[in-house]
C-alpha cells in the first residue's frame, strides 16, 4: 500500500484515478479547492481522506504535505481546459504557481514519484505526431501555462534528483467526463436516437479511453526510468475524425439519423490534424493502450445506461428530456 495525494480529484480524470487507487488499496488523500463540486467523488468520499486547500497558500500546502508524508503525489489541477474558463489570472495561478508550491512542499518532505499533468495543446498545432522533443508552440494561453509547469517539473527533477514525470494527455474520454463535451454529448443524444449539432466533420483528435490513462499513471509512478524529469505523449498513436466518431455512435447506438455536418460553427481549436506520438511511454514504461476508439465508447455508453442517476444527472446538464 502506498499513501498517495491526488490533486483535481473532483474532475474527470482525477476522480478516475482516485477510485482506481482505491481499488489497487491505496490510501488516497484528495486535496480539494475549498468550493468544490463532489458529484464526481460522492460515492467514494467516505473512502478516502479530504484535504480542502488553496494548493497557491504555501503556508497551508506545506504543513499539509508533512502530515501526509505521501509516497506518490499525482497532480491534476487544472484551470482553463474547458471553453468556460478564460480568466488569465487565474490559469498562472492555477496550473504555474500551484505546482510550483507543491513541487516545494513535496521536496521538503521526500517522495517516491510526483506524476505532473501536462498537455497535447503544449505542441501546438502541428502537421504530424509531434515527439516530446519537438518545438512547442502553445496554441493558448492554458497551453503556454502547462507547458510552463511542464518545464518547470523536468528542470526540478533533474536538478534535485527526484522522480517529476509529466504526463502529456490526449482527447481523454470515458465515465464522469464533463457533459457538454463532445462524447458525453453524443452518447446522450444517441440513446434517444438523435445527433448533435456537428462541425465539420475532418476534424480530428487523438481520443483516449480513461482506464488506458490510469494504467499510464500508475506506471509512471511506479516505474521511474532513468530520466527523471521525462515527458509522456499518452495518446492511442490514432486519429479518429468527427465522421468516424458519428459513424461508431450511429453502429452503437442504432442511430438512423443522418448526420448534418456545419449545423455547429467551427471552434478556434478545430483542426483536421492531433495525433499523438506514443512510442517514448511505450519504450520506457511498457504502456500500450488496451481500448481502441469503438470499445472504449461502448464502455462509455454501458456506464451511464448502468448508472441511471448519473444518466439523469447528464440529461439534467444538457437540457434534455429524461
Not at 272 to 279: E, L
Amino acid at each position: 500500500m502506498k499513501r498517495a495525494i491526488v490533486t483535481g480529484a473532483t474532475g474527470f480524470v482525477g476522480a478516475n484515478l482516485a477510485r482506481r487507487l482505491l481499488r489497487d488499496g491505496h490510501e488516497v488523500h484528495l486535496l480539494v479547492r475549498p468550493e468544490y463540486q463532489a458529484w464526481r467523488i460522492a460515492d467514494i468520499q467516505p473512502h478516502v481522506h479530504i484535504h480542502e486547500i488553496q494548493l497557491t497558500d504555501s503556508e497551508s500546502v506545506t504543513p499539509l504535505i508533512r502530515r501526509i508524508q505521501p509516497d506518490w503525489i499525482f497532480h491534476l489541477a487544472a484551470y482553463g481546459a474547458y471553453s468556460s474558463q478564460t480568466n488569465v489570472k487565474q490559469m498562472l495561478a492555477t496550473n504555474i504557481m500551484s505546482t510550483a508550491t507543491l513541487v516545494e512542499a513535496c521536496l521538503e518532505t521526500g517522495f517516491e514519484s510526483f506524476i505532473n499533468t501536462g498537455s497535447s495543446s503544449e505542441y501546438g498545432f502541428k502537421d504530424q505526431a509531434p515527439t516530446e522533443s519537438d518545438w512547442l508552440d502553445p496554441n493558448s494561453y492554458y497551453a503556454v501555462t502547462k507547458a510552463s509547469a511542464t518545464l518547470f517539473c523536468r528542470y526540478t527533477a533533474r536538478s534535485k534528483g527526484v522522480s517529476i514525470p509529466t504526463l502529456r494527455l490526449y482527447s481523454v474520454y470515458g465515465p464522469f467526463e464533463e457533459p457538454t463535451r463532445l462524447i458525453p454529448t453524443v452518447i446522450m443524444r444517441g440513446l434517444a436516437s438523435e445527433l448533435p449539432p456537428l462541425v465539420n466533420p475532418e476534424t480530428a483528435r487523438d481520443y483516449i479511453y480513461v482506464d488506458d490513462v490510469m494504467n499510464a499513471y500508475l506506471l509512471a509512478a511506479t516505474r521511474p526510468g532513468e530520466d527523471l524529469g521525462a515527458v509522456y505523449n499518452v495518446g492511442t498513436g490514432i486519429q479518429t475524425s468527427l465522421r468516424e466518431v458519428v459513424d461508431v455512435a450511429r453502429r452503437v447506438l442504432d442511430i438512423a439519423l443522418e448526420p448534418e455536418w456545419g449545423s455547429m460553427p467551427g471552434r478556434i481549436w478545430d483542426t483536421s490534424v492531433w495525433v499523438a506520438d506514443p512510442s517514448a511511454i511505450q519504450e520506457a514504461l511498457g504502456w500500450q493502450p488496451q481500448h481502441s476508439f469503438e470499445s472504449g465508447f461502448q464502455r462509455a455508453v454501458d456506464w451511464l445506461r448502468e448508472t441511471p442517476d448519473m444518466q439523469q444527472f447528464y440529461a439534467r446538464t444538457l437540457s434534455l428530456p429524461r
